[in-house]
């Protein structure tokens, strides 16, 4: 695939040509039967003109938008090359970024990329920038701080990296927790006893786990407590050597709570506490310790801080536009 850019000026305001050929592959696989594929491409990008002319695609606007599409072309022109053709529902698909486990599919990756295997066969891998910096970190640093908004696969991310270490022998046992706090439901009326109240909140970290460990298997570690699953309370008084410990919804703990989870770590062991700054379920007088144990140890050796934002997200693609919204919603609120 070549491309050829060129600048022109009209009224005033720049605008940006750029042709991409699609010598590589077969153009109507690409433009679809009477152009239908091609119609999804332009209701993606609505601000640009985007023309077509045998093998060539002609887009023109501005910059960042015919960047964005541009990658989105180059993803679709790869998955061809490979396949030879691409069905409808899958063009849509990388379009929009609906099923980015789908997308991810679509082209090759390089093997060393694969953090585990999973049940099936599916490899779970860092997706974005961020989260390949995540597990970058992670080889060099015992405990890692993970801040970001909803989506953006903190805790995804954390639990491969723990299962990657189980799975190559460098820890003897995984343990995540999380904080057992109230998100505007009163914990005492749900049905149960204690392990049944507390479960839904931990249900994220077996979703998760589920992914990536036979069934069958996850429930010999978990019986064996060669991975345990527990509320944040539980952690209190034990020393965690030759662990991986991950530290969910961190943002929903107190100074007191995150300060006594991280003198838990014992040798041989690495933590990983994840949080989302924008969504503290505390009570109104208290304030979330990540806030403070981010910024008091941001300058310690063998401590690492990653922050995550809406491009990492990785869900349904309106999940990156409605945390934009309520960022700009913040920012509003903030300057007024």
Same mark, same amino acid.
């Given at each position: ?18 042709? %991409? ?19 999804? $491409? &332009? @209701?993606?990008?609505? *601000? ?9 695609? @002609? ?12 990658? @989105?072309?180059?993803?679709?022109? #790869? ?20 099923? !980015? ?16 295997? =999973? ?12 989260? /390949? ?14 801040? =970001?908004?909803?989506?953006?696969? @903190? ?28 998100? =505007?439901?009163? $914990? ?5 006893? $204690? ?31 060669? %991975?345990? %699953? !527990? ?13 991986? %410990?991950?530290?969910?919804? !961190? #943002?929903?703990?107190?100074? $007191?709570?995150? &300060?006594?989870? *991280?003198?838990? +770590?014992? !040798? ?15 009570? &109104? ?22 922050? *995550? ?10 999940? /990156?536009? +409605?945390? &934009? ?12």
């Amino acid at each position: 695939m070549k491309e050829n850019s060129s600048t022109k000026n009209q009224k005033s305001s720049t605008l940006t040509e750029t042709i %991409i050929n699609l010598d590589s592959i077969n153009p109507i696989e690409f433009f679809g039967v009477n152009n239908g594929k091609l119609d999804l $491409l &332009k @209701k993606r990008f609505p *601000l640009l003109k985007i023309l077509s002319r045998g093998t060539q695609i @002609k887009l023109s606007g501005a910059q960042e938008q015919i960047t964005e599409a541009k990658e @989105k072309i180059e993803t679709l022109v #790869q998955y061809l090359e490979r396949n030879g053709n691409v069905s409808h529902n899958y063009f849509e698909q990388i379009l929009g970024g609906d099923d !980015a486990e789908v997308v991810d599919n679509f082209v090759e990756k390089n093997p060393h990329d694969v953090l585990v295997f =999973g049940p099936n066969g599916k490899s779970v891998r860092a997706r974005t920038l961020n989260q /390949k910096k995540m597990v970058s970190l992670a080889e060099t640093n015992d405990v890692i701080f993970a801040i =970001g908004p909803a989506g953006t696969g @903190k805790t995804y991310t954390a639990v491969a990296l723990a299962v990657r270490a189980l799975k190559n022998k460098m820890v003897k046992k995984i343990i995540l927790t999380r904080p057992a706090v109230e998100a =505007g439901e009163s $914990l005492g009326f749900l049905p149960g006893d $204690l392990k049944e109240k507390i479960d839904p909140y931990l249900r994220p970290l077996y979703d998760a786990l589920d992914d990536m460990i036979p069934a069958d298997k996850l429930g010999y570690y978990m019986s064996t407590r060669v %991975i345990e %699953i !527990a509320p944040l309370a539980y952690m209190r008084g034990r020393t965690l050597d030759h662990a991986f %410990i991950i530290l969910d919804e !961190a #943002q929903n703990t107190t100074d $007191l709570q995150i &300060k006594m989870f *991280l003198t838990r +770590i014992g !040798a041989n062991a690495k933590a990983i506490i994840t949080g989302d700054l924008s969504q503290v379920d505390l009570p &109104k007088n208290q304030r979330s310790g990540l806030i403070k144990a981010s910024r008091i140890l941001k300058n310690i050796d063998g401590i690492a801080h990653i922050e *995550l934002d809406e491009e990492d997200v990785v869900r349904h693609r309106l999940v /990156k536009a +409605i945390i &934009k919204a309520y960022d700009k919603e913040n920012e509003q609120h903030d300057a007024g």
